[in-house]
């Protein structure tokens, strides 16, 4: 359940979905792609339409070419969740963007960007974001590098502390009036998700991740998704 110190105020959440399917190697989007019976997005909507996380309107962002496709999906599967639907850009921050504005009035939140192909995101990880956000203003989940890490350089490379190191993962929390001041700068060369964006206007807050949270972009990623689900 949402703690009380965050229960007052509204949660939304922007799915952001636009992969091509060129690294699987299928000739399907990945957030289509089969999951145990089902498309990868619709395990990845019902993470976020959990009662006990409150989250007040479920936006999904789609490429325009494949908003048919997932309406005709949706179709086909039992309780997906309510969610609004919308055409993104042509790419992630644009895309992002028109999630945004899909929400419209709201003027107040805490507002969860996530890949529509990160499917195992644990709800306990969802809340503590939320709830970092809340607090802090803003907040993404991320994990400890597993392998050593090294840096390139002209003069061959070097090993980096990886205990100072964090992979990012989504979802990525923001107080909602703070991502909509950081989406109204020009679009960054530099862009590589939401926290790049926002973090010349406010801290980012990390919360611990989770291993499982993996992002579905090679067909071992598949494999992976399939005997995490089993055991769940």
């Not at 974001?129 to 203003?137: F, V, W």
């Not at 002209?154 to 923001?174: D, E, H, I, K, W």
């Not at 919360?207 to 399939?226: C, H, Q, S, W």
């Amino acid at each position: 359940m949402p703690s009380a110190s965050s229960s007052f105020q509204p949660r939304f959440a922007i799915i952001v979905a636009g992969g091509s399917g060129t690294r699987m190697g299928t000739d399907r989007p990945k957030q289509f792609l089969d999951l145990l019976g089902e498309p990868v997005l619709l395990h990845t909507l019902r993470r976020f339409a959990v009662p006990g996380l409150g989250i007040k309107r479920l936006v999904v962002v789609l490429p325009a070419d494949q908003v048919a496709t997932w309406e005709v999906l949706c179709a086909q599967y039992p309780a997906v969740p309510p969610h609004e639907l919308v055409s993104g850009g042509t790419t992630r921050w644009a895309s992002v963007k028109q999630g945004l504005a899909q929400l419209g009035h709201e003027t107040a939140g805490t507002v969860a960007v996530h890949d529509g192909v990160r499917p195992l995101t644990p709800e306990r990880v969802i809340e503590a974001t939320y709830e970092a956000a809340h607090n802090h203003g803003a907040a993404v989940a991320a994990v400890v590098p597993k392998d050593s890490v090294r840096n390139l350089s002209q003069q061959g490379s070097y090993a980096l502390n990886r205990s100072r190191l964090r992979l990012v993962q989504t979802p990525q929390c923001f107080e909602l009036s703070l991502l909509r001041r950081a989406y109204q700068l020009p679009e960054l060369n530099t862009f590589t998700d939401d926290a790049s964006v926002v973090e010349d206007l406010h801290p980012i807050h990390i919360v611990e991740g989770d291993y499982r949270n993996l992002k579905i972009t090679t067909p071992e990623d598949m494999l992976l998704a399939e005997a995490l689900l089993r055991t769940e």
